[in-house]
């Protein structure tokens, strides 16, 4: 049955969105996150609006309502300021929401507010601004990645982005399209507060939004958790960004914000409403304030200069050693598009038929199978080896088959036929391609990987630190990343300064977290990520260098934790801070401190895998006929 039906048509508390949550359940989650519908929890909505809401009349809009959460949070802050201020007028609260039946659930939920079921990006502004500029826009946008938009309104939205203040990238997520029309709605002085995606704080295409941002306005904070995760079923992590309709200059410096403890641990849920809102409100202070508040909020302040185009993430996450080691080091680091070339491993359109595992392919000729590394779960050393690979590649080029190939390769050719008649592989975008790409135009079925990787780079990293010297040059999944070496660097010593655990601190801040506990790097990435310039090393040095790898290369590799306590490890690490400039004693109190901070890391990322699994199964459980209903909790987790 309907929620709204079960409602009665009306909501059950003046406070509390029970509509939401079961329309949430009733929903498709691959149709959900195909639109980017991601449902807010109230004690989140409570810390944005504390920030965003400031006088009980205050007029604010929500553009992805959903079922009212944000703007029912608004109201009942509201409420709470109109106690130190009788007689004054409510809140004037908009929310527009594309998804009709969600926004009439919000209509029940707020029947004093204006609700448009429109889609916020297309709607005409001037119903928006009858009543004049907004004093605050809070809410949770879309997220949406640029490959599920769909070719038409990708189009639209990059027509669109030419006439705002900046050109958005062709690889923007949704939500990023949401802000400049967000903030022309806002008063001067009124106050932006989202809940997105953290991507946009370090990939490529946020970097035309946050130049816009730090150069016109004032950042208050910006806010992640380093205990939960905000949704249960987005497998992306989650950042809040306060942000004020004023110009930087002459403002208190944006606050850069790490929540050490779950928000319930903070508020609890069953507090008395006014006790509730008061508790946030004093966060909200504290993280203004720059206050340091060890076991609850850790805060860097940052001036509103120093936040340009470039990622923003590594401020906000990163440990105060990782800038330490990049002042200490300066110019010794570079990046590693510098001192190394970086592409991508290979794509072959369909790895179901190119990828061999153990026993499989055996009717294929065996010239045409070669070992490849898949990805680094593969491997147990700091060298790829042909024992260590199980997989292998279908490769083939016709150009050294000549035109009788079909009689040569009976096999072969039975094979590949097989593969088009039953999986259609030759119809799939990247292996159509290869044969309407001129001037490299050939069969659908071969692969010309180029040059082999030097040394290999995982995409995907979790409690491992792993750079493999691939000194036989098998060819590698898409999954990895090639690092070649360029003219007069060493590959050998390239790799050990990568295998350093200097690198694995280095690699936290340049890579995006997932709420899996793992941490990806893309191409961009890695090429921009600071490396030890080889070129700097004297003979000396190098050396201490490599024979610290060659030791480390006799054994296998384990997780972080188990590596720091080996004394080969120890060797390299030292070894690599000494090329950065450390003197023996500093080097030692150094490594200390690095090895605490990435066992810290890897406990952390186990507790948000944790975290992440026991969220969807929770989710997948069977519900009571009341838990159906809506009638769960008040403040849902």
């Not at 039906?5 to 509390?16: I, M, Y």
């Not at 201020?85 to 527009?96: I, M």
């Not at 705002?164 to 690889?171: L, V």
């Amino acid at each position: 049955m309907d929620p709204l039906e079960l409602a009665g048509g009306q909501a059950r508390d003046d406070d509390v969105d029970c509509l939401g949550p079961a329309i949430e359940r009733e929903l498709d989650p691959a149709a959900r996150r195909r639109a980017g519908q991601h449902f807010t929890r109230a004690d989140v909505a409570d810390l944005i609006t504390a920030f965003c809401v400031r006088t009980p009349a205050d007029r604010v809009l929500d553009p992805a309502c959903g079922a009212g959460v944000f703007l029912m949070r608004a109201r009942a802050r509201a409420r709470f300021l109109a106690r130190a201020a009788p007689g004054s007028a409510g809140p004037g609260l908009t929310g527009v929401e594309r998804d009709r039946r969600l926004a009439r659930a919000a209509g029940v939920n707020l029947p004093e507010a204006a609700i448009l079921a429109e889609d916020f990006l297309t709607v005409d502004s001037c119903r928006l601004e009858s009543g004049g500029p907004f004093d605050a826009v809070v809410g949770n946008p879309p997220y949406v990645r640029h490959e599920l938009l769909g070719a038409s309104r990708k189009r639209a939205l990059e027509e669109a982005s030419l006439t705002g203040p900046f050109r958005q990238s062709r690889r923007s997520d949704l939500h990023l399209y949401f802000w400049p029309r967000m903030i022309a709605l806002l008063r001067d002085g009124g106050r932006l507060g989202l809940l997105t995606s953290n991507t946009w704080l370090d990939a490529e295409y946020g970097e035309p939004l946050r130049r816009w941002l730090a150069g016109r306005f004032t950042i208050v904070a910006i806010i992640e958790s380093e205990s939960e995760s905000w949704f249960d079923d987005a497998r992306v992590r989650t950042s809040i960004t306060i942000l004020e309709k004023s110009p930087p200059s002459g403002r208190p410096p944006a606050r850069l914000v790490r929540l050490e403890r779950d928000l319930a641990e903070m508020v609890p849920a069953g507090l008395p409403a006014p006790e509730r809102v008061a508790r946030f409100d004093e966060i909200a202070s504290e993280i203004e304030r720059g206050r340091v508040s060890s076991g609850r909020v850790r805060t860097r302040s940052v001036p509103s200069a120093g936040l340009t185009g470039a990622p923003w993430g590594p401020a906000l996450r990163m440990p105060d050693l990782y800038f330490e080691i990049l002042e200490r080091a300066g110019d010794r680091l570079v990046p590693l598009s510098q001192v190394a070339e970086v592409s991508w491993g290979i794509k072959t359109g369909d790895d179901a038929v190119f990828f061999l595992g153990a026993g499989e392919g055996l009717e294929i000729e065996s010239r045409f199978l070669v070992p490849v590394v898949f990805n680094l779960m593969d491997l147990d050393r700091l060298i790829v080896t042909d024992d260590q690979l199980e997989r292998r590649l279908l490769a083939v080029d016709l150009r050294n088959e000549g035109a009788g190939w079909r009689a040569s390769a009976p096999r072969l050719y039975r094979y590949l036929g097989r593969a088009q008649r039953d999986r259609g592989s030759h119809l799939r975008p990247t292996c159509a391609a290869r044969e309407n790409g001129a001037p490299d135009s050939r069969r659908w079925f071969e692969l010309r990987p180029g040059p082999p990787a030097q040394i290999l780079w995982s995409i995907m990293h979790q409690y491992r630190h792993l750079a493999p010297l691939n000194p036989s040059g098998f060819p590698s999944n898409d999954n990895l990343l090639k690092i070649r070496a360029r003219s007069g660097v060493e590959p050998r010593l390239l790799a050990a300064l990568l295998n350093s655990h200097v690198q694995a601190l280095i690699k936290l801040a340049h890579g995006r977290h997932r709420n899996e506990g793992m941490l990806k790097t893309q191409g961009a990435d890695v090429r921009r990520m600071p490396v030890p310039d080889p070129r700097r090393l004297d003979a000396r040095a190098a050396e201490r260098v490599t024979d610290a790898l060659d030791v480390i290369a006799r054994r296998g590799i384990g997780r972080i934790p188990e590596e720091c306590a080996r004394p080969d490890r120890r060797a390299l690490d030292l070894a690599v801070l000494a090329a950065l400039g450390y003197g023996k004693d500093e080097a030692g109190a150094t490594v200390d401190k690095l090895h605490e901070t990435l066992i810290e890391s890897c406990r952390r990322e186990r507790r948000w895998e944790i975290d992440a699994v026991t969220r969807r199964r929770r989710r997948r459980a069977p519900r009571s006929a009341s838990a159906r209903a809506g009638r769960g909790p008040g403040f849902p987790r």
